[in-house]
């Protein structure tokens, strides 16, 4: 049995997401060899705290949800946040679950740094710094003999990085192409049943599927976001977002999409990337009308897609879920179990 | 670099697309660590040769397809086929690939006994051995402390049963439920547009998906074998084809099935298995009248796709291909890569 010692930067919804699913999957990671212990907590509203001997993720949950003070958590510390936390807390592996941020990946991007830096795996949800930052985190990785992982960033938990590595490597991966931003393609959906744009904007916001600011969906910068991780992760890029031909929603007229339909076809917004002769190419964000057996037009709803383009295999597609606390708190399990795996190997 | 010295046994359609995925394959292998060299290939047709130092699969391709004489390869030594040859070649890992028996398994059964008992991990495309065998194959591999996997066995090499390790590991796989006979979904898709079932099964045969004798795929034995493999190895449970209900679209006539499409609905060969309280359960293959919506109704043609229920994630899905030279043959890449992984951790 292997303790694993983690530290969980951000206790907000993905952060409660992966303490629950620590507890749900804790017979499952024991059956693996891997033991769990989180060893700290930092979030800039609830306190920062540490505990070496572990604290109980039932705790956690009961503190944030209750009186919103982590130092209330038994055997907890407080301690410094931020940085200087993910630095001076001894742990294994650090889960960086703060927000997005795709102007300058920040404060994720110094949290990922300094975990690396200091020798401690990482595993995040956060698409800044991977969108953004990867040639130099993934040097920086190799450099400390540390992984630095990602599953939660494109589909929440759904199995997509980490397949590429178990199920698709020697299958000659040569595109990926998919619905990648649930709120968009939710607003696709209710304008081909012939509401306008601003009353199914209105209706994603109300739903909890877009947020009060929507540019972040609707102007396609998620979409770009998870199009430059998954040239990197899954093609062997060095993308950074500005690579990334971005297209969104944001001036689409409800004309559009239902000539489209008229016509037999569907309005999808497309995220999508190629290996080219030398380097990863044609990274794009698009909206696109597609003939109805295409497997991106039957996706509805706020449901994701990918596709992976492959020599041995033809078209793998994976349809899974692109949100949610329990589905993206999987994607942490999933890259412990992975870290777990490969540092054993 | 671990070199990986492999044997084939059985050199058809399935092992020269092994032979084909390797050799377009090895630069993404070499990286990986992972030298495959192949020391022996068994077949009754073309003859059973081994060499120490590696027979060259190009050789092996053109040998097959010219003469018809596998000893006319480079450096190629005649030797024992069958059960002797598996024991007597200095192996790490066995690939068992010749044609799926349901009946009494063999003779895969006895080429994979013979594996394991002399300590050679496999890898089996052979339905036979692990839908009927399974307890005891699971167990002597395990006293062998060797690894047998099948990706090959059900969809191909679509990434399924190595993604549940890597990805749904720690997810909570409550079911899984699929389309998992290309030529039933096929006859049913034709059906839909009016053709008479004799005429679309002479169809799928003209094309190549249904045998001479179709009973295999259309009474549904096929479909069930891949059951209990799913039930098996995706949920643990010790299954043997028996155990799984089985149902086949032999008696289904062309009105039902139109009646189906005329109320909104698809009639579809549905393979399902779950965990129940203390045992995997409900494992049947039947015929389904399925709403528009349920992503098993979006296959046509031969595609297959499978839905894993899981806890954390609500449904996952996987749509790829249910057969084919190069798509086979790259699971069995696959599982050397899994195999390489795993034996190093």
């Keep these: 049995m292997r303790t694993w010692r983690v530290v969980l930067v951000g206790f907000g919804t993905v952060g409660r997401g992966v303490a629950e699913r620590l507890r749900?999957?804790?017979?499952?990671?024991?059956?693996l060899g891997i033991a769990p212990r989180i060893v700290g907590v930092l979030d800039p509203r609830l306190g920062s705290v540490a505990a070496p001997s572990g604290l109980d993720p039932a705790s956690l949950l009961q503190a944030a949800e209750g009186e919103g003070d982590l130092t209330q958590v038994p055997g907890a510390l407080a301690c410094e946040g931020g940085v200087a936390g993910v630095r001076e807390i001894q742990a294994d592996v650090v889960f960086e679950l703060t927000p997005t941020n795709l102007r300058d990946g920040q404060p994720g991007l110094d949290h990922v740094r300094a975990a690396l830096e200091n020798g401690r795996h990482v595993s995040t949800t956060n698409k800044g710094p991977v969108a953004l930052a990867w040639p130099e985190l993934r040097d920086l990785a190799a450099a400390n003999n540390v992984q630095l992982r990602c599953e939660g960033t494109v589909m929440s938990g759904t199995p997509l990085l980490n397949v590429c590595e178990a199920g698709l490597a020697g299958a000659g991966v040569r595109a990926v192409r998919g619905i990648l931003n649930g709120t968009c393609n939710y607003i696709l959906s209710r304008m081909e049943e012939g509401m306008a744009y601003d009353d199914a904007l209105n209706e994603a916001q109300r739903l909890g599927y877009a947020e009060t600011d929507p540019s972040g969906d609707v102007e396609g910068w998620d979409a770009a976001a998870k199009v430059a991780i998954l040239g990197n992760l899954v093609l062997g890029g060095s993308l950074s977002l500005a690579d990334v031909e971005r297209g969104g929603i944001d001036s689409v007229d409800l004309d559009a999409v239902q000539n489209a339909v008229e016509g037999g076809k569907r309005l999808r917004l497309v995220g999508s990337v190629e290996?080219?002769?030398?380097?990863?190419?044609?990274?794009?964000?698009?909206?696109?009308?597609?003939?109805?057996?295409?497997?991106?037009?039957a996706v509805s709803g706020a449901g994701n897609l990918l596709t992976f383009e492959t020599d041995a295999l033809g078209a793998v597609s994976v349809a899974g879920p692109g949100a949610g606390r329990a589905e993206t708190g999987h994607a942490l399990v999933a890259d412990l179990i992975a870290i777990h795996r490969a540092e054993l190997s």
Tied chains: 1, 2.
């Design 275 to 297: 290996r080219g002769e030398s380097a990863v190419t044609n990274a794009r964000v698009t909206l696109e009308e597609l003939p109805q057996d295409d497997p991106l037009a």
């Design 24 to 31: 749900a999957s804790a017979g499952e990671l024991e059956s």
